[in-house]
C-alpha cells in the first residue's frame, strides 16, 4: 500500500514514517508533536531506523524549521530535546503544567477512563 501526501493535505503520521512528507512545503502548517521527549528517544534508539536514522532525525529538523507552528508536549522535556527546538531557531515558549491531578490528592482521585468508540466519545463530550 503506497499513499502519496501533498501540501495541504492534513496528516497523521509516525516518525518512521516521515521520510513518505519529503516534499511537502510546511510553511503554513502546524505541527503537534504529541508524546515529544518519547518521540527524540525513540528516534535516537530504535532499532527499527538503524538504517534510515540520519534522514529521518534531517526530515524532523526540516518539519520543525519550516513549519508555521511547532506545538511540542509531553509530560516530561528534557532540556536536550530542546536544544533541537533551538537548534531550529524557534522562538520558543516552554510552558511547565504544575498541576498534578492525582498526586497529593489522595482524598479526591480524579476518575478516568478510555473511550473507544467516536460515537461515545461524541456522547460523552455532549453532557
Not at 83 to 91: F, M, N, P, R, V
Not at 97 to 104: G, I, K, P, S
Request: charged share 25%.
Amino acid at each position: 500500500w503506497k499513499e502519496s501526501f501533498s501540501t495541504g493535505m492534513n496528516v497523521i503520521i509516525t516518525i518512521d514514517s516521515v521520510m513518505r512528507l519529503m516534499n511537502i512545503d510546511f510553511s503554513e502548517y502546524v505541527v503537534f508533536l504529541d508524546e515529544y521527549n518519547s518521540l527524540i528517544d525513540y528516534l535516537i534508539s530504535c532499532p527499527n531506523l538503524r538504517k534510515v536514522r540520519c534522514i529521518v532525525f534531517k526530515m524532523l529538523l526540516k518539519i520543525i524549521s519550516e513549519a508555521k507552528q511547532v506545538i511540542a508536549v509531553d509530560a516530561d522535556i528534557h532540556s536536550c530535546n530542546l536544544k533541537i527546538l533551538e537548534y531550529c531557531k524557534l522562538d520558543f515558549l516552554y510552558i511547565k503544567n504544575e498541576y498534578l491531578h492525582n498526586r497529593d490528592n489522595a482524598e479526591k482521585p480524579v476518575e478516568a477512563s478510555e473511550i473507544f468508540n467516536f460515537k461515545v466519545l461524541l456522547v460523552s463530550l455532549k453532557s
